[in-house]
């Protein structure tokens, strides 16, 4: 039996686009990871980039559960002293609700090299409207 490892020119990647209205931010992050790590393919290989493209739109619309938009922070770090910086989950969604979405897709994929490189073919969009080709749906 022989290991069946996929050359970088026969992979075919699809565009998948998500309506982030009808989601929640962790169903959704989980799933488009999923789909642009390579997942759901056959031809999945740990160590290779195989995944496809995802297209979120509406990405201001986005569901979220509990009281995460009052109670939930994102924290940065200048490297100074004194120099962490909070933002609560509102105030990020009213001024760049594509970085929340981008944000919880980047913390779900792995942990490695790949990793970049895989979220280059995430595309949030904000609103309806975008330029991408789409082929499937993701449900």
Do not use: C
């Not at 509406?58 to 120099?83: H, M, V, W």
């Not at 970085?99 to 979220?119: G, P, S, T």
Request: glycine fraction near 6%; proline fraction near 3%; charged fraction near 35%.
């Amino acid at each position: 039996m022989k290991t069946f490892i996929p050359k970088t020119k026969d992979i075919k990647r699809a565009w998948y686009e998500a309506d982030a209205s009808k989601f929640t931010l962790g169903r959704l992050a989980s799933k488009a990871a999923s789909i642009l790590r390579g997942k759901h393919k056959v031809t999945f290989t740990p160590h290779m980039d195989v995944g496809d493209f995802v297209i979120v739109k509406n990405a201001e619309l986005i569901r979220f559960t509990g009281r995460k938009l009052a109670q939930k922070k994102y924290y940065r770090f200048s490297g100074y002293p004194g120099g962490l910086y909070t933002k609560k989950l509102s105030d990020r969604m009213k001024t760049e609700p594509d970085k929340v979405i981008r944000d919880a897709v980047y913390n779900m994929l792995d942990k490695n090299r790949l990793r970049k490189h895989i979220l280059r073919r995430l595309k949030v969009v904000v609103g309806d409207k975008h330029q991408f080709q789409v082929d499937k749906e993701l449900l």
